[in-house]
């Protein structure tokens, strides 16, 4: 167990809808990391928070947005969703910006019909 | 930019094989490099790391050599076993750059160990 809390664990929903994924990173960190993983596209990093700013952004879409609350939690909003939005999203945390160990959630799965 | 190579799969291996799974990086500055793991069915779970050239990291029988010179972090095991039966993930992060907070990962490698 390595800390990191995702909610929901398994999701299905159908194409234009919205969603929100939840993570409560490990106990006193301040960094916060999503992730997307497909099988087309492998581990792909969404976005970064530190201590609710943002810090660095990947290849989020612009339907896609986040952002970290002042108890450290995130969120990810996902808005009209397709088809090839399917995936396994990760949120890991880490006590700091860089270089230190970041550790992972075990997803959530996210199923577009 | 910060990117990994590793080798691909799926790699098969009889239990009590050697294994290895080749992993070289490019990288400006001196990245963390680390080495993931995910079960079937589960998450990422960090399996070892290493922060600075000629560091080994190890764990669960698994080792790793941060070589600079080479730019690689070689995963390696002496003796497999069918629980090791998974996806590797080799990865870095860099010590500097707008992007330097989050990990990058190479594709995976997926290795099936048979009894």
């Known amino acids: 167990d390595s800390g990191v809390t995702q909610t929901p664990k398994h999701l299905i929903t159908a194409t234009g809808q919205r969603v929100t994924l939840r993570c409560s990173p490990r106990?006193?960190?301040?960094?916060v990391y999503w992730y997307q993983q497909s099988l087309d596209q492998g581990l792909q990093f969404l976005i970064q928070?530190?201590?609710?700013?943002?810090?660095a952004k990947g290849n989020i879409l612009e339907r896609f947005s986040a952002q970290q609350f002042p108890d450290l939690h995130s969120e990810l909003n996902l808005s009209s969703l397709e088809l090839g939005d399917s995936a396994l999203y990760f949120c890991?945390?880490?006590?700091?910006?860089?270089?230190?160990?970041?550790?992972f959630g075990e997803g959530s799965w996210l199923t577009v019909v | 930019g910060n990117s990994v190579t590793q080798m691909e799969g799926p790699v098969t291996l009889s239990e009590e094989a050697f294994l290895t799974i080749n992993c070289t990086y490019t990288?400006?500055?001196?990245?963390?490099l680390f080495w993931y793991v995910q079960y079937p069915g589960e998450g990422l779970q960090l399996l070892l790391k290493?922060?600075?050239?000629?560091d080994k990291g190890s764990n669960k029988g698994f080792e790793a050599t941060y070589r600079k010179e080479t730019t690689s972090f070689h995963l390696e095991k002496g003796s497999v076993q069918v629980s090791d039966s998974a996806v590797y993930f080799c990865?870095?992060?860099?010590?500097?750059?707008?992007?330097?907070?989050?990990?990058?990962f190479g594709k995976g490698t997926k290795l099936s160990v048979k009894p």
């Open positions: 990865a870095l992060r860099g010590d500097y750059g707008g992007s330097q907070g989050n990990l990058i």
């Open positions: 106990s006193g960190d301040l960094s």
């Open positions: 290493a922060t600075k050239a000629d």
């Open positions: 928070y530190y201590n609710g700013e943002e810090r």
């Open positions: 890991a945390s880490s006590l700091q910006e860089r270089r230190d160990t970041i550790y």
């Open positions: 990288a400006t500055g001196y990245p963390s």
